[in-house]
C-alpha cells in the first residue's frame, strides 16, 4: 500500500537559518502530494501541494518539488524564523482524485531566536 | 475563508459509553473524512464520505464507529461503545471534487475515555 517517510525529529534550528524536512514516498501511479502544518493547539493546515511530477509547490517561502524519479517532496524554506515552529505533516493522495491521505510521522520543529 | 468546524474541542466519556463527534465542514464541499491521531502518532485515516455513503474506511474502522449526514451541514462520527484506546484527536476534513483539490481540516476533538 501507499506509505511516506518522513525525516525524524525533533529539529531545532537558530533564526535565519536553512530548513530541510525530508520526504519520500511509496505509491502506485502518479500520486498528489501535500504539506500539512499543525501549530500548537490548532488542526492541520494545508501549507503547499503538488499535483504532477516536477511541480513545485510554495507558501509563506516554503517550497517543495514533485521529484519522480526520487520519490520525494522534500520541504525547504531559505530562512526560518520563530513562528514557523511547529509540526510538518508529509501526506500524499491516490491518483484518483479525492482520497484519502496518507501521512507521514510528522517532523517537530522547534526555531529559537 | 470558509473553514471546517468541529464540536466539542474537547470529550471526555466514560469507556463504554456512546459519543458523537460533530463537524460542519464547508459549504460546497463534496467529499468528507475523518482521522484521527493518537497522542505522539502520525495521522490515521478512518472513513470518506462521499454522495451519503462511505466511499473507502480503514480496518480501525469497524463495527463500533459510524459516520452520518443527518442534514445538509453536519457531517458526525459516532463511537457506540468507546474503549480506552480510542482516547486521541480526532479530526474531521473535506473537500471540493477534483484531483487537485485539498483537504480542509477542522481543529480537531480530544477524546478522552476514562
Known amino acids: 500500500g501507499d506509505s511516506v517517510t518522513q525525516m525524524e525529529g525533533p529539529v531545532t534550528l537558530s533564526e535565519e537559518a536553512f530548513l530541510t524536512i525530508n520526504c519520500t514516498y511509496t505509491?502506485?501511479?502518479?500520486?498528489?502530494l501535500f504539506w500539512y502544518v499543525q501549530y500548537p493547539g490548532e488542526g492541520l493546515q494545508l501549507l503547499l501541494k503538488?499535483?504532477?511530477?516536477?511541480d513545485k509547490g510554495s507558501n509563506k517561502g516554503f517550497e517543495a518539488t514533485y521529484r519522480k524519479e526520487t520519490t520525494s517532496f522534500h520541504l525547504e524554506k531559505g530562512s526560518v524564523q520563530v513562528s514557523d515552529s511547529a509540526v510538518y505533516f508529509c501526506?500524499?493522495?491516490?491518483?484518483?482524485?479525492?482520497?484519502?491521505?496518507?501521512f507521514g510521522t510528522g517532523t517537530r520543529l522547534t526555531i529559537i531566536p | 475563508e470558509p473553514e471546517v468546524t468541529q464540536t466539542p474541542s474537547h470529550q471526555v466519556t466514560q469507556m463504554g459509553q456512546e459519543v458523537i463527534l460533530r463537524c460542519v465542514p464547508i459549504?460546497?464541499?463534496?467529499?468528507f473524512y475523518w482521522y484521527r491521531q493518537i497522542l505522539g502518532q502520525k495521522v490515521e485515516f478512518l472513513v470518506s464520505?462521499?454522495?451519503?455513503?462511505?466511499?473507502?474506511k480503514s480496518e480501525i474502522f469497524d463495527d463500533q464507529f459510524s459516520v452520518e449526514r443527518p442534514d445538509g451541514s453536519n457531517f458526525t462520527l459516532k463511537i457506540r461503545s468507546t474503549k480506552l484506546e480510542d482516547s486521541a484527536m480526532y479530526f474531521c476534513?473535506?473537500?471540493?471534487?477534483?484531483?487537485?483539490?485539498?483537504?480542509?481540516f477542522g481543529d480537531g476533538t480530544r477524546l478522552s475515555i476514562l
Open positions: 459549504s460546497n464541499h463534496l467529499y
Open positions: 503538488a499535483t504532477k511530477a516536477d
Open positions: 476534513a473535506s473537500s471540493a471534487r477534483g484531483r487537485d483539490q485539498p483537504q480542509h
Open positions: 464520505f462521499y454522495n451519503n455513503e462511505i466511499s473507502e
Open positions: 505509491a502506485t501511479g502518479y500520486p498528489s
Open positions: 501526506a500524499l493522495s491516490s491518483n484518483f482524485g479525492n482520497e484519502k491521505l496518507t
